[in-house]
Structures are given as structure tokens and as C-alpha cells.
């Protein structure tokens, strides 16, 4: 029988035909491969392996912290700034433990060893802040400018020491400009006698400080908007419910192929974009394209199911429907809502118990570092494409297959488990998408659309991207 005039040519197509358990256990194989090479490489080289600049965001994000939490101690907040972010001694400590693993790296492996000296150079004098001279100065001992910076370590920390005219002048070039540099040549100043240009290393320093605090400031502000208007949202929604939303209902596809499906498109697109990223990588332009990796990993799978999958069930996940909005809206701000509260509760308490992830955990180099062709294809990736495609393979395919078998808290559970292992997080990091997983899936069976769900995705992602920006870049 034809399909009505006018019908999509895949609306009459029949639910397609269970994956043979061999073709899936095959697909299962090679997918398990690719997840276990990618977990093995930062197991075996350490998590430093993925970062492009190790030295260099190591000293941005150290220092970035250090300026913050000078500014944080010396505002009216001191005793909140505390609590949840630390002391400044404690960041220096931080500061410390991150630049004695870029050195036992680079002795190790040899990783960025032309670094070597400037990596020695910041480690000692983090170490001279925190009140370890003779060990800043043991680590300063192989570089070949070590009796001078032993010299100047004494004169800027040691209170008998006397500093030769002109040092803090002299040695201005040695330092980064965020936080360290100033940090020392304002002690070297002290100690020369000059306090107009001690003064104004000070204030360098603490205009840094102040300018990223108010950044902070600003997005922990649009937060509790958020925040409120998710409350909002939803005692309105649950004053004017009238019956119980609908369920969703069971997916048009077996089981068997709602997962084939996954592991085949996600194979297939891991495959590709590795392959073409080796073979572009001569090419100028091919960061760019590295910076679109959700796309372009992402594409094969969404292909794939859209071919596999009966067009029925794209209509309800994707479909759009003007009447639905004001409810769309209403579970975004809530999933919203739920997100951020979580994030930060998971935060403070990872803070608290001292189990937070390592520093260049989620930090992404390209909206750091990266020129404007490389750092717009990044953003568009994290708040449009990896939204989209992440909500329909996770929420609008394995949740969606999960229900089949398994009650809403059980696919819902299972789901979020495998979307938060497959981010390669820490304990941290784990908790925190977990948790929005979960969320995202409970709005898929409430609402039956993924638009809310895509939305508070984007929103989330979005927040990190200006997050990193504001403070690193």
C-alpha cells in the first residue's frame, strides 16, 4: 500500500528489524574498544596528556585563581569567600601541587622539557610564597640563573636579606603579569626601599583581582534568576496542572535496535572524526574543524537513526508544536533550576571534603587560547551541537529504548549513568552530569519533547563556556 500524498516516504516504512545479536555484539566490541583507548591514554599519561599548552594553563588558571582569592579575602565577603573558595595561602598550596606535577612530568616524560627553566622559575617562587625558601631554592638549583633567582627569592622573602637597587626593575620580564609577577616584584619593590612602585604592583594586581571577581559575581547573579525563575516556574506549573501528564509512550523499535543503533552511529562517527582529523592535520584550518568535534562525531550517529528509527518517533521527540511552548518553557527553567542548585551543592561540598577534580579537568584550551577561528566553532559546539546531538542519542534513543524494559527511575538512572561515565569525569564532575542527566530524562517522560531538555543543555554548557572565558581568557 502507498503512503498518502504528501506523507514523508519513511512515515509508512515498517519499525525496522531487531540487530542480529552477533551484529550487536560486534558493534559492542569495537565501541567498548574505542571507550577503553580513550579511558587507558589518561590513565597511562596522566590527565595533562589532553591539554595543548600544559605549562602555560597551568600558570593562567593557577594564577587567575590566586588574583580571585586575594581580591575575595580582601572584599566585604571575606568570611563567605572562605568558605566556599578557600584561603589564600591554601591557593597558593594549590599553585604549588600544580607546578610540581608539570615538573615530575617533564623529568618523567620529558613533556614540554624546553619549559623546563620557566616552570622551575614559578614553582620556586610559589614555593617562597607559601614559606619554603630553602625548597624554592633547592628546585631553582639546576637552571643556570639559579644563584641570581636565589638571590632574588631571598631579597623579596627573607626580612635580613638585602635587595640590590634596581632588582624589582631589573628581573620585571622573569614573571608572568597575572598575579605571580606582580606578586613578587611588589616584595622586591618593598625591600628596595620603593614604595610608589611597590604600590603600583599592588594595584596591578588587585585590579586583576576585583575585575574577575565582579565577572564571577555577574554569573553566580544570572544564576540565582535562574534559579528563581525555575521556582517560579514550577509552583506555577503545579497550581494550574489539571491531570497527570501523559506518559511516553513505548518506542516504535525494538530494543536491540535502539541500542545497535547507538553503538554503530557512535563507532562509526568516533572513527571518522579521527580519521579526518589525521588526515587534515597539515591543514591550517583543521583546528577549527577539531573545535566542531560534537558535529562532526556526532553526524554519522543522527544519520543513522534517522534512517533505522521510523519517523513517528522523530515527530515526537523533535516535532514542534506552538500550543506546547509555555509548558517547554516552564520544564526548561526547572530543569534549569535543578541543574545549577545541584552544580553548586556538589561543588561546594567536593570543595569541602577535599575530593575535587584534577585543575585541567573540563578546561578546554581552544576558549582560552584559541584565535577567533578556532574559539567560534568551540562555543557553537558546546551550546548548540553537542546539546542537540548528546539529547537525542541519550535522552530520545537510549532512555527512550530503556523504557521498554526498565521503570521511568530505572531508565532514567541507567541513562544518566552512561551519559556521565562516557565525559571521562572525576568523582566531581561525574555527580554534577549524572545528576543532569537524570533531570533531563525525568523532563523527556513528563513533557514528551527533548526542546526542553536540548534548551537546559545549551543553558548549561553555555554558562561554562562564558565561565571559562571570563575568568582564563
Known amino acids: 500500500m502507498s503512503s498518502a500524498p504528501g506523507a514523508h516516504p519513511r512515515s509508512a516504512r515498517r519499525a525496522p528489524a531487531a540487530f542480529h545479536p552477533w551484529v550487536l555484539a560486534a558493534a559492542f566490541a569495537v565501541w567498548l574498544l574505542f571507550t577503553v583507548q580513550t579511558s587507558a591514554l589518561s590513565v597511562d599519561e596522566g590527565p595533562l596528556v589532553w591539554l595543548q599548552y600544559p605549562e602555560h594553563s597551568a600558570a593562567r588558571v593557577t594564577d587567575r585563581h590566586l588574583a580571585l582569592a586575594e581580591a575575595g579575602e580582601a572584599s566585604a565577603f571575606r568570611p563567605f569567600w572562605r568558605l566556599y573558595h578557600g584561603s589564600l595561602r591554601e591557593h597558593v598550596g594549590f599553585a604549588v601541587d600544580v607546578h610540581q606535577e608539570l615538573l615530575d612530568e617533564i623529568e618523567a616524560d620529558g613533556l614540554g622539557a624546553e619549559w623546563e627553566a620557566w616552570v622551575r622559575l614559578r614553582l620556586a617562587s610559589l614555593l617562597a610564597e607559601a614559606g619554603r625558601l630553602d625548597e624554592a631554592v633547592a628546585v631553582a638549583r639546576p637552571t643556570e640563573f639559579a644563584p641570581f633567582l636565589e638571590s632574588v627569592l631571598r631579597a623579596a622573602y627573607e626580612a635580613e636579606s638585602p635587595a640590590a637597587p634596581g632588582l624589582a626593575r631589573a628581573t620585571a620580564g622573569w ?82 535496535v535502539g541500542i545497535g543503533v547507538l553503538l554503530v552511529g557512535d563507532t562509526v562517527g568516533r572513527a571518522c572524526f579521527f580519521w579526518l582529523f589525521a588526515l587534515l592535520a597539515s591543514e591550517w584550518w583543521a583546528e577549527g574543524l577539531y573545535a566542531s568535534g560534537s558535529l562532526i562525531s556526532a553526524l554519522p550517529l543522527v544519520v543513522f537513526a534517522w534512517w533505522m528509527l521510523p519517523a513517528r518517533s522523530w515527530r515526537l521527540g523533535l516535532g514542534w508544536s506552538e500550543r506546547r511552548v509555555p509548558l517547554w518553557l516552564a520544564a526548561f527553567a526547572v530543569a534549569s533550576a535543578l541543574d545549577l542548585v545541584m552544580t553548586q551543592a556538589i561543588g561546594w561540598a567536593a570543595f569541602s571534603l577535599d575530593w575535587a577534580d584534577h585543575w585541567s579537568e573540563g578546561l578546554d584550551e581552544t576558549l582560552v587560547w584559541g584565535p577567533a577561528s578556532e574559539l567560534w566553532p568551540a562555543v557553537l559546539d558546546f551550546v548548540a551541537w553537542a546539546p542537540l546531538f548528546e539529547e537525542i542519542a ?44 537524570l533531570v533531563w530524562a525525568l523532563v523527556f517522560e513528563h513533557v514528551r519533547s527533548l526542546w526542553p531538555g536540548i534548551a537546559a543543555h545549551a543553558l548549561y554548557n553555555a554558562l561554562y563556556v562564558a565561565s571559562v572565558m571570563a575568568l582564563y581568557r
Do not use: C, K
Open 175 to 256: 614573571w608572568s603579569e597575572d598575579w605571580l609577577g606582580p606578586r613578587v616584584l611588589e616584595r622586591l619593590a618593598r625591600a628596595e626601599g620603593e614604595t610608589d612602585l611597590a604600590d603600583d604592583y599592588r594595584a596591578s594586581r588587585l585590579e586583576l583581582g576585583r575585575r574577575l571577581l565582579g565577572y564571577g559575581a555577574g554569573l553566580l547573579a544570572l544564576e540565582a534568576v535562574l534559579v528563581a525563575a525555575g521556582v517560579a516556574a514550577g509552583l506555577v506549573w503545579w497550581r494550574r496542572r489539571r491531570n497527570p501528564a501523559p506518559r511516553l509512550p513505548a518506542p516504535p523499535w525494538h530494543p536491540r
Open 394 to 437: 541519550f535522552r530520545g534513543i537510549l532512555y527512550w529504548t530503556l523504557r521498554q524494559r526498565l521503570p521511568v527511575w530505572g531508565a532514567a538512572t541507567v541513562s544518566a549513568a552512561v551519559f556521565s561515565v562516557l565525559h571521562f569525569y572525576g568523582l566531581p564532575g561525574f555527580l554534577m552530569t549524572f545528576w543532569s542527566g
